[in-house]
């Protein structure tokens, strides 16, 4: 894993004015990368942060942005609200007014209400939040706001894309649900009733399952109560520790059923899978995969593994930090007044050469979303992940244009 960076200390003795200044004024323009770097989902946060940097590497590597160096600052926040406002603070306190996050829809609806806070009580001191993987559906619909940004597809259109794959298959008879216990696994387990039942009504739900999340040690209980209830099929969101020791505990119970997942690549994901044996079975709704193909991506993907130990986990990423340094440089500044115009309506060509777009009404990022599945390597499956020999494989693509679902934002442009 990629060594940790401490967090960011100002310089004693700077005036306080000297702190707001925005970070484009310095040698560098920096990020505050707020997400878990301690406890059972370090590992998450860890893949995410190495993905920034080896992007802010590439752009400093191509001349930077408006003539400044990128820099990747990262902030722990425990997987805490609280924590994750205190960091954010922090990052302000040092001048930085581009905040990025992901883990846990319910730090991001935190993050965004400090935000919109902070932006409208000290002029001068704005932020930008730049989200790279909560997709709580209601954070580009309800708490849509004008400073947040949305690179991932939101729970919504992953579930379209999964329950539409799902549809086709007619040996799926029962379907059991398991979900972390906050906003984000409530929003998958609502979509996934709705639209199993609007698509295959036939289908039974046995079992409709939440539980806390990154708190079990050990989903054995809960995958006896999926044998129990003859479940030939498995819809999760849980991501980090909880996808990775629920595949786990299903694997050493023997459980013979698919698993269709949103976060089975994260770290510890594809270790779990493979000790399942289920060649094939398991599957996962994502915007790319190493073995993708189109554009750039194999070349890429080989020259992230050349200095780590695990696979490029967040196209999103480099989609965000690629137009975000569009807007830089278009602005010349990394002032979030001039930014948001930009980003807003933004089109931009992913990795995979396809082409995807930012909508101005909510700031949601749409793209070519895939349906992947864990199989051994070998002919179009070039890349392993955790070297485990078994990688990702395209079972189906679904063009952008078919992603697009309805908003209710109501976008609050600063008066």
Not at 166 to 177: E, P
Not at 322 to 335: G, Q, R, T, V, Y
Request: proline share 4%.
């Amino acid at each position: 894993m990629p060594t940790r960076f401490g967090k960011g200390v100002a310089l004693a003795g700077l005036a306080i004015g000297l702190m707001a200044t925005p970070a484009i004024a310095a040698d560098t323009i920096k990020i505050a990368y707020i997400d878990p770097l301690s406890g059972m989902m370090a590992p998450i946060g860890e893949q995410g942060l190495a993905d920034y940097r080896f992007m802010a590497e590439r752009i400093n590597a191509a001349g930077g942005v408006a003539g400044k160096k990128l820099e990747i600052v990262p902030f722990d926040n425990k997987l805490s609200a609280q924590e994750t406002i205190v960091q954010a603070q922090k990052a302000i306190d040092q001048g930085i007014r581009i905040i990025t996050q992901g883990n846990s829809s319910g730090l991001a609806a935190a993050l965004i209400d400090f935000a919109n806070k902070n932006n409208e009580r000290n002029p001068g001191k704005e932020v930008l939040y730049v989200n790279y993987a909560a997709v709580d559906p209601a954070l580009t619909n309800e708490k849509c706001s004008y400073w947040h940004f949305r690179w991932d597809a939101n729970s919504d259109i992953k579930m379209q894309a999964l329950t539409s794959y799902m549809k086709s298959n007619a040996s799926i008879k029962k379907v059991y649900l398991i979900n972390q216990d906050y906003s984000f696994g409530h929003a998958v387990r609502k979509a996934a009733v709705e639209m199993l039942k609007a698509k295959r009504p036939d289908i039974q739900i046995v079992g409709d399952e939440l539980h806390p999340i990154a708190k079990i040690t050990d989903f054995s209980p809960y995958v006896a109560k999926i044998k129990a209830a003859g479940a030939d099929s498995i819809i999760t969101g849980n991501w980090g520790s909880d996808i990775a020791l629920l595949l786990k505990a299903a694997a050493d119970a023997g459980l013979n059923a698919n698993f269709y997942t949103y976060y089975a690549g994260g770290a510890g994901g594809p270790t779990a899978i493979k000790q399942t044996g289920l060649d094939g079975k398991v599957f996962q709704i994502v915007e790319g995969l190493a073995n993708a193909g189109g554009g750039d991506s194999q070349e890429f993907e080989a020259a992230f593994r050349k200095n780590h130990d695990f696979g490029w986990t967040y196209p999103r990423v480099r989609n965000a930090v690629e137009m975000l340094a569009k807007a830089i440089n278009e602005a010349k500044s990394d002032d979030p007044l001039k930014l948001v115009p930009i980003l807003a309506g933004m089109k931009h060509k992913t990795m995979y050469g396809a082409e995807a777009y930012m909508r101005e009404t909510d700031h949601q990022f749409f793209q070519d979303m895939y349906i992947a599945n864990f199989v051994p390597v070998g002919g179009e499956v070039k890349f392993d992940e955790e070297k485990t020999g078994w990688g990702w494989k395209v079972a189906a693509k679904i063009p952008a244009q078919f992603t697009n679902v309805s908003t209710t934002c109501k976008m609050q442009k600063p008066s």
